[in-house]
């Protein structure tokens, strides 16, 4: 006997939703954002040639936002807002870029008062509401750096101590090419999904029409929520967080491993696997050539790490990974093992309760506890993990 698979794979969507940002919040998001947008691109920025261009990027973005766990308990969203200044890099400094948007936000009396001790990157608004479901919404200051007309790339503001310096960054282009590895998925789920929408919030939307695209979920994005949260529980320690595995390597490891599977679970499953094929890296072991040849996770001569961005393989998403022996890179494979023992193999468990009970301590009992109901046994084989056929291809090889 093993937990029926299909079952399995309803629970995990189920989590998904739960720990993602609600319809009504992500209208109170967007909301805030016009605001905060309107008042910025309003302000006068020497040196500007024009009005500042506002985005959004990261997960509220990618469709791949989260509520965070801080502390051992959920804390507010976090929305992640450019604010990219009309102004030649080489006519500007970064520690004027992030003061005249410092400076902008102040002049407005309630931003003035939600305004955050400036960060290395960003300056947070934070909002309070009565619902105790909050955001910070960080405003990244940045000014174009682009090589030709197509480029969109971006030299944001870096405050180490009192030093400031430009970090490269590219989120539209980052977001373009998220979106064409879920292209295909996000059609074939778009219309029902958009009607299921409308049926759960006909208080918050009149009509399917109303829905936004920006709250359509594919398996990959739902795969990926739900190895974010798993990730916050694991790490959820004091000792343990400084070596969390980054949201953008997740992503973008998880974006180049989809393969269009329809459930979560069977995108888990093959991003999990594959993900684990790469854990002998950690030892300099041989890692198989269908692997290998992805060049996704990579060891350079000196023994670094390398995992490109893929829109400037220029920037190392995996940069400290060497440092304190390779503590990051040991602590996502440790990860990458879990995810497998939590996720993936929890299939062949044969006792109903004692799946429940550590699925609630992987992703917290608050988030499953309503959903466990969709959890059971069945007789059959369901997990491909208990499929044995000699000489096979890889699931990567698909």
Known sequence: MTIERNGYASFLEKVAESIDISPS???????RFTAVEQWLEEGSYQGSRG???????????LGTVVRPIRGGKETDYDIDLVCELQIAKDHTKPESVKEMVGNRLCE????RKMLDDEGKRCWTLVYAEQDDIGFHLDVLPS??????????????????????????S????YGNWFDEKNKEATVKVLTEQKRSIRDREPAVFASVE????????????????????HRDVKFNQEKKVDHAPISIIITTLAAHLYRGELDVYSALYAIITKLHGHAGLVENAHVEQALSSLNLIQRTSDGKWYIGNPVNREENFADRWHEDNHARARAFF?????????????LQENRLETAKTRLSSTLGASVVSGHLSLISIS???ASPTRVHIPSAARPWRQ
């Open 210 to 229: 109303d829905v936004p695209d920006q709250l359509i979920r594919t398996p990959l994005q739902r795969a990926i929520q739900v190895m974010k949260r």
């Open 108 to 111: 407005h009396e309630g931003y």
């Open 334 to 346: 440790w990860w990458v093992g879990k995810l497998r023992e939590d996720l993936v193999e929890i």
């Open 379 to 381: 007789e059959a084989m």
């Open 25 to 31: 919040k992500y209208l109170q998001a967007v909301e």
């Open 143 to 168: 000014v174009p750096d682009q090589k030709n007309s197509s480029d969109t790339s971006i030299a944001i503001t870096h405050r180490h101590g009192t030093i400031y310096s430009w970090s490269a």
């Open 51 to 61: 009005v500042p261009s506002i985005y959004p990027q990261g997960s509220f973005r």
């Open 170 to 173: 590219n989120p539209i282009g």
